[in-house]
């Protein structure tokens, strides 16, 4: 979503484009106001670290865990832990080494994401490490794909239409919450759309 905006304020009748990645392909759009990507379901792998192991990572009590724990690849591969309470989505505090251990990947710095489900409505947190420190993302579509990816390999049918919540943790004088909007139509095509604050633009010269 963040590079639909650029090309939007980079050319002023920007309405579609395509990012080519390896397994797929993913489009984004810009309709009303709003940034929309559009993706196929992701590919999905188990985590090969145990329930308690994650637990102790992300400083979660395994009870509140719900089963399976996967890696998620949508663009971008994501540990995907969820739980059983928002409670529990808010009190996570992952450890860098212990999370990095869990959530390796071949591809990128490791990502996860821990959140909780209350019918329609997703609490998420979205975490990355270096084993030395951890960031949390305020907003992220990549997440939201992942997500909508986890539930399609978990054994929900669609249509699935979700609210996603994020940023309850951090202080952001722009924006309190992000809230993206999820879609799995009967297609099972993933569909993730949101609003983007442009804060201004650079150049770097190598």
Same mark, same amino acid.
């Given at each position: 979503?963040?590079?639909?905006?650029?090309?939007?304020?980079?050319?002023?009748? %920007?309405?579609?484009?395509? %990012?080519?990645?390896?397994?797929?392909?993913?489009?984004?759009? +810009?309709i009303d106001g709003s940034y929309v990507f559009i993706s196929l379901a992701g590919s999905t792998r188990p985590c090969e670290r145990g329930?308690?192991?994650?637990?102790?990572? %992300?400083?979660?009590?395994?009870?509140?865990?719900?089963?399976?724990?996967?890696?998620?690849?949508?663009?971008?591969?994501?540990?995907m832990i969820q739980v059983r309470s928002r409670q529990s989505v808010l009190q996570a505090k992952p450890h860098a080494a212990l999370f990095?251990?869990?959530?390796?990947?071949?591809?990128?710095?490791?990502?996860?994401?821990?959140?909780?489900?209350?019918?329609?409505?997703?609490?998420?947190?979205?975490?990355?490490?270096?084993?030395?420190?951890?960031?949390?993302? %305020?907003?992220?579509?990549?997440?939201?794909?992942?997500?909508?990816? +986890?539930?399609?390999?978990?054994?929900?049918?669609?249509?699935?239409?979700?609210?996603?919540?994020?940023?309850?943790?951090?202080?952001?004088?722009?924006?309190?919450?992000?809230?993206?909007?999820?879609?799995?139509?009967?297609?099972?095509?993933?569909?993730?759309?949101?609003?983007?604050? +442009?804060?201004?633009?650079?150049?770097?010269?190598?």
């Amino acid at each position: 979503l963040g590079a639909a905006c650029v090309l939007t304020h980079a050319d002023a009748i %920007f309405s579609t484009a395509t %990012f080519h990645f390896a397994e797929h392909n993913i489009s984004v759009q +810009y309709i009303d106001g709003s940034y929309v990507f559009i993706s196929l379901a992701g590919s999905t792998r188990p985590c090969e670290r145990g329930i308690l192991e994650v637990a102790h990572a %992300f400083d979660i009590d395994a009870r509140d865990i719900t089963t399976p724990v996967l890696l998620v690849d949508s663009g971008i591969e994501q540990l995907m832990i969820q739980v059983r309470s928002r409670q529990s989505v808010l009190q996570a505090k992952p450890h860098a080494a212990l999370f990095a251990h869990c959530a390796d990947s071949p591809k990128q710095l490791a990502q996860a994401v821990v959140w909780s489900r209350d019918d329609e409505l997703i609490t998420l947190r979205c975490f990355s490490s270096d084993h030395f420190n951890v960031v949390e993302d %305020f907003a992220s579509a990549s997440a939201a794909a992942n997500l909508a990816s +986890y539930l399609l390999a978990s054994g929900c049918k669609p249509p699935q239409q979700l609210t996603i919540e994020q940023g309850h943790t951090i202080q952001k004088v722009v924006s309190r919450l992000a809230i993206l909007h999820v879609r799995i139509d009967a297609q099972l095509q993933i569909q993730v759309s949101g609003k983007v604050q +442009y804060l201004g633009n650079g150049s770097l010269n190598l």
